[in-house]
T-cell receptor
């Protein structure tokens, strides 16, 4: 158990809908990262927050947004969902900006 | 953007054999991390490397940070069935905080 929690574990929804994925970092970690992993693919970096501020952005679609709250948990919002958005979404956290990242168990999103 | 090439893509070995996989980048990295992912689970950190030339072990796993700072390798000795999974390398450039991941090496161990 990495100490990073993600909810929900599974999510099934329809095209055009909006969903919110939630992540709680390890106790004391200030930085949160979001990744997307499509079937048989590697991990694609989406976005990073550090102590509530956006720090780095990867290939995140405009339909996707995220935020980190004062209690350091983070949410990833996915809107106008398409079939191709079906994937595993992982959250990771690290204590500072340049330390190793610890991953949560992921949320499996299925868009029908 | 930077490229991170991981090889081999897959390996099929017999229990007891040693395994070696590596990653190369087009950029200089100041951090190399190795993760293992099992089906339906999140990646688990195996080894972290922060200095060129560094050689670090974690049980039967050994990883090295290449001298050129553009490559890293992971060795697994005396493989066992529970070593099955996908192994990912990840690197961080000097100037940034984000990690770039390799495409993964799928390891299958036959008992």
């Amino acid at each position: 158990d990495s100490g990073v929690t993600q909810t929900p574990k599974h999510l099934i929804t329809a095209t055009g809908q909006r969903v919110t994925l939630r992540c709680s970092p390890r106790s004391g970690d200030l930085s949160v990262y979001w990744y997307q992993q499509s079937l048989d693919q590697g991990l694609q970096f989406l976005i990073q927050y550090y102590n509530g501020e956006e720090r780095a952005k990867g290939n995140i679609l405009e339909r996707f947004s995220a935020q980190q709250f004062p209690d350091l948990h983070s949410e990833l919002n996915l809107s106008s969902l398409e079939l191709g958005d079906s994937a595993l979404y992982f959250c990771a956290s690290s204590s500072l900006l340049y330390n190793e990242q610890f991953f949560g168990p992921g949320t499996r999103l299925t868009v029908l | 953007g930077q490229q991170l090439n991981q090889s081999p893509q897959s390996m099929f070995i017999q229990e007891g054999e040693d395994v070696s996989m590596n990653c190369t980048s087009s950029s200089i990295f100041n951090t190399w991390l190795w993760y293992k992912q099992e089906p339906g689970e999140g990646p688990v950190l195996l080894i972290a490397l922060y200095k060129a030339g560094e050689l670090t072990s974690n049980g039967r796993l050994t990883a090295q940070f290449g001298i050129t700072r553009k490559d890293s390798f992971l060795n697994i000795s005396a493989s066992i069935p529970s070593d099955v999974g996908i192994y990912f390398c990840a690197g961080r450039e000097t100037s940034g905080s984000r990690l770039t991941f390799g495409e993964g090496t799928q390891l299958t161990v036959n008992p």
